[in-house]
């Protein structure tokens, strides 16, 4: 690997999101491509925060930094990237069900699928079930992603689902269901296509939804 491919994936693994821009820029300088920078610097980086968030070695705050770093490289090669037409793996919607606020967990899932290479459609919080519809009938997005912090606010993800199906567009999608009080029965249950735990898991899971 190049010296500076490694010095960015360092960079994404310790959180040093003041230097990522810069060493985007100087690696862009030397000649690499967007998609090398990206495929070669930013994910290698991003998929080993993954591996050890899993294992329990890193912590949110430091995944929310190196999310940050990864972000902060991204906005320097994402013109560049389009400009190749070069497709992402594929697209995201992703929200907070209706009546939740809480979104930290749901921005992280956004970012660490944006690590893995997908675009990211980020509708915010407290998401009605028919503005979840609309953007999946607007985007046509490979994955519909929900989160849900509050065990008063999961039966919206179900009530999503159903209006998805009533719409007729439910198997346009695949979708990808978490947050603290969610777990893999209840997204048997409510006819979701998986659940993940963590971050790092939902990136992996959206990853097999796309071979
Ligand atoms: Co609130 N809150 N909160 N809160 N809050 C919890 C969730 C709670 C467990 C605290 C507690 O009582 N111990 C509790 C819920 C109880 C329950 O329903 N069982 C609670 C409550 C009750 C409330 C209020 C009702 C409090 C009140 O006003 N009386 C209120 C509700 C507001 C609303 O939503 N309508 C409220 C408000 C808030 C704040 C606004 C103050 C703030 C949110 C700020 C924000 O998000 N911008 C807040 C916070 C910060 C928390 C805690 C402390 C932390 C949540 C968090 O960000 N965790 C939380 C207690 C706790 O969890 N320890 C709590 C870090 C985050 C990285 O983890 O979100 O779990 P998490 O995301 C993980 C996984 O779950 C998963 O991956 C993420 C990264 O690994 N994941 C997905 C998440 N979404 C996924 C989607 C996927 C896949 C994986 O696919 C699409």
Redesign the pocket.
Known sequence: MSDILSKLSTAIIEGDFASTPEMAETALEEGLGPDEILNKGLMPGMDHVGVE?KAGNMF?PE??RSARSMQAAMDIIRPLLAETGIEPAGK?V?G?VK???????????GM?CEGAGFEIIDLG??IEPDAFVEAVKEHSPK???????????MRAMEQTIRALEETGIRDSVKI???????TQAFSDQIGAD?????????SD?AKKFTP
């Open positions: 968030f949110v995944v929310l995201i992703i907070t009546g939740d606020l809480h979104d930290i967990g749901k921005n992280l899932v660490m919080k407290d994955i519909l992603g929900m989160s849900a912090l509050l065990t008063t606010t990808m269901i978490g947050g603290a009080p969610v998986g659940y993940a735990a963590n971050a790092a898991s939902a899971i």
